[in-house]
């Protein structure tokens, strides 16, 4: 073990002194949390009739394109976590290769969208367990109060799950995927088999390769809003690195289990995309993914239809609420899993106050960040709750669309930048730590750029808001939540910049990340 510390740079020192518990992870738990915290089930019960909205039956091949700037940036992960591996990810990468300022945003990109989905993942988790329950008249309504105290209650029960250990809260992931995958395979091969016997609905079709083809798409603008949409779906699989410094081999452990669950995710989003739309159709009645009745709850809405609604079929419908249940249950776990250590890692370095900081001296996880996510998230959610009626939450989840291509693909520029000297290494290390990291952060901000122009309407989502003073413009509700979460960051950076200056006045004290590229993996010392 000696020797493995003295091989460190100085830099991959400070996971030492951080406090928290190293080699707590191994591989296959890496994996499962990457997995959970994207909360397949959730995602796509919440999001793909809107993307079915904005490209038709051509969601499968947003399933693929988006898929394609994802995989490229957890190159770029897997790169960054290899050279310098961090639980503040794309904040710390960024502070030491861009400067503190770029690494700051990055930072606050990751808290605010977690924080924004928090409010969505609470309420879907308040209605859930009533509908599971056959509380139909409550379940059915997002604002009901009822709803509300067990959404925020979620919040706190999670958190206290992540405030017990990272190997209790690792533990609690590995039961809640395993449903929410085996809910998701059944269903979608039981919609299929529907659709080639001729059981399905009036809209069902055969599913076609057609789908496949992104140019037929109808719009760049219908493009753009497909795309970053289907971020927040394979949105999560990051978690894996956030808990890097806890993972056994913590240099190449965590980008490993990022890439394959980008994967598996691939592959399950697929299959469950072409099986909804091949059963449901397109249309604006019935199951029709166009029906504004169930467009922000896909799975609860055709259950039924898929299994039927007595007998066997009602167990079935019963387990596929439990697998959203559980699906918005584990990512919430991961939330708070995740920004406790982006929190942490930034008060380390007085980015944000020293008091968020702390590590609990017994269960080794960050004491007072992940206390101050619970409470950051069940406020927020608890203010959306009143606000328009709670439809500004279905708005706060689509403006993190916008953040979350602002960190992705901020973290493929870094890794471009940071290993830009690759090309003397090797062709391999060329493309996996500069090309392809590039090409995917690039596209992935251009993405979020596109998706601001579209978010300015004020159709683009639930909510909207008029400006009281000439011009009088009408905005868009998700461009305000998005463009103003953003604008929060910055004042806080400022005000933090007066409090803390050292931090701001220049590029974190570590090695450069190629200069760490040169130093020997742990598991490499250890053989020496």
């Not at 753009?224 to 894996?240: K, R």
Request: with cysteine; glycine share 12%; charged share 10%.
């Amino acid at each position: 073990m000696a020797t493995t510390e003295q091989t460190e740079p100085t830099g991959s020192a400070e996971v030492q002194s951080k406090g928290l518990r190293p080699g707590a992870l191994g591989m296959v738990t890496s994996l499962i949390l990457a997995t959970a915290s994207a909360a397949p089930a959730y995602s796509l019960a919440a999001t793909l009739a809107f993307v079915v909205a904005a490209v038709g039956f051509q969601a499968p091949a947003v399933v693929v394109l988006a898929f394609v700037p994802i995989l490229f940036v957890s190159f770029g992960y897997a790169a960054l976590n290899r050279s310098d591996p961090d639980c503040g990810t794309i904040f710390t990468w960024a502070s030491r290769s861009l400067g503190p300022r770029t690494g700051f945003m990055g930072g606050w990109a990751i808290i605010a969208s977690f924080v924004l989905v928090m409010g969505s993942l609470a309420q879907v988790a308040g209605q859930y367990v009533f509908l599971l329950f056959g509380a139909h008249g409550i379940g059915e309504d997002p604002s009901n109060p009822w709803v509300l105290a067990v959404g925020l209650g979620w919040i706190a029960l999670m958190t206290a799950v992540c405030y017990r250990g990272i190997e209790v809260a690792a533990a609690v992931q590995r039961a809640l995927l395993f449903l929410e995958f085996a809910m998701l395979v059944v269903f979608s091969v039981v919609a299929l088999v529907r659709v080639y016997t001729g059981h399905a609905g009036a809209g069902a079709r055969h599913p076609q390769l057609s789908w496949l083809d992104p140019f037929a798409i109808s719009s760049p603008s219908a493009f753009a809003s497909g795309l970053v949409l289907m971020l927040f779906i394979y949105w999560g699989w990051e978690t894996a690195l956030t808990v890097n410094e806890e993972t056994a081999d913590r240099r190449r452990t965590p980008g490993r289990a990022a890439t394959l669950s980008t994967l598996l995710l691939l592959a399950l989003y697929l299959g469950a995309t072409y099986a909804t739309v091949s059963f449901a159709g397109i249309g604006t009645t019935g199951n029709g993914l166009a029906n504004p009745d169930h467009s922000g709850d896909v799975f609860s809405a055709l259950g039924g239809a898929v299994f039927g609604t007595t007998g066997f079929g009602s167990v079935m419908w019963h387990l596929m609420v439990l697998m959203v249940l559980s699906s918005a249950a584990a990512s919430t776990e991961t939330t708070v899993l995740t920004l406790g250590r982006t929190m942490l890692a930034m008060a380390r370095h007085r980015a944000l106050p020293g008091s968020l900081g702390t590590v609990h001296p017994r269960f080794s996880v960050p004491k007072a960040g992940t206390i101050a996510t619970g409470v950051a998230g069940g406020v927020v959610y608890l203010a959306m709750n009143f606000l328009a009626h709670g439809h500004v939450i279905g708005d706060a989840v689509s403006s993190c669309g916008l953040m979350i291509a602002l960190y992705y693909g901020l973290t493929g520029i870094t890794s471009a930048w940071a290993h830009r000297r690759a090309v003397r290494r090797s062709a391999g290390e060329l493309w996996l730590r500069v090309v392809l990291p590039a090409i995917g952060g690039l596209t992935l901000v251009a993405a979020g750029v596109w998706s601001l122009r579209n978010d300015w309407d004020p159709d683009s989502g639930g909510t909207s808001w008029t400006l009281p003073f000439a011009p009088h413009w009408h905005i868009g509700g998700v461009f305000l939540i998005g463009v103003g979460a953003l604008a929060v960051g910055l004042v806080v950076m400022l005000v933090q910049q007066r409090r803390a200056p050292s931090f701001f006045a220049a590029k974190l004290s570590a090695p450069t990340l190629t200069e760490a590229m040169d130093e020997p993996s742990p598991a490499a010392a250890g053989r020496n």
